[in-house]
């Protein structure tokens, strides 16, 4: 899994007040669960976020993120956050509300058994 373990550990540190929060390697990175649903994860130098899709349209324009897109299709709620937005602590803050905030609206993926 090819993800940076400092940008790792900020995140980690951002979390450490939660209760819920569990680490799993997925998606050619590390991704935090809280309450079961994925939330934050980190993927080589860059965090990616899970967010209300309903701002996708407002945060696309900002130049510190992209959207993520899997195959041809883009993923309205997630985005990749490049150095430039969460090396400044506003920056990163900002993004890690987003994701927090939206959290306990977020579904929970399906079991797959």
Not at 54 to 69: A, G, K, Q
Not at 98 to 112: E, F, G, H, V
Request: hydrophobic residues 35%; proline residues 4%; glycine residues 4%.
């Amino acid at each position: 899994m090819a993800y940076n373990e400092q940008l790792a550990n900020t995140v980690r540190e951002k979390l450490t007040h939660l209760p819920e929060v569990q680490e799993k390697n997925m998606f050619q990175g590390l991704t935090f669960m809280i309450n079961e649903k994925m939330c934050i994860g980190v993927r080589e130098e860059e965090i990616m976020f899970r967010v209300d899709p309903n701002l996708f349209e407002e945060l696309v324009e900002r130049r510190e993120c992209r959207p993520m897109i899997h195959g041809k299709r883009t993923i309205k709620g997630y985005f990749f956050v490049t150095e430039d937005g969460y090396r400044n602590k506003e920056n990163f803050e900002f993004w890690i509300k987003l994701a927090l905030d939206y959290n306990p609206r977020a579904k929970a993926s399906k079991n797959k058994r």
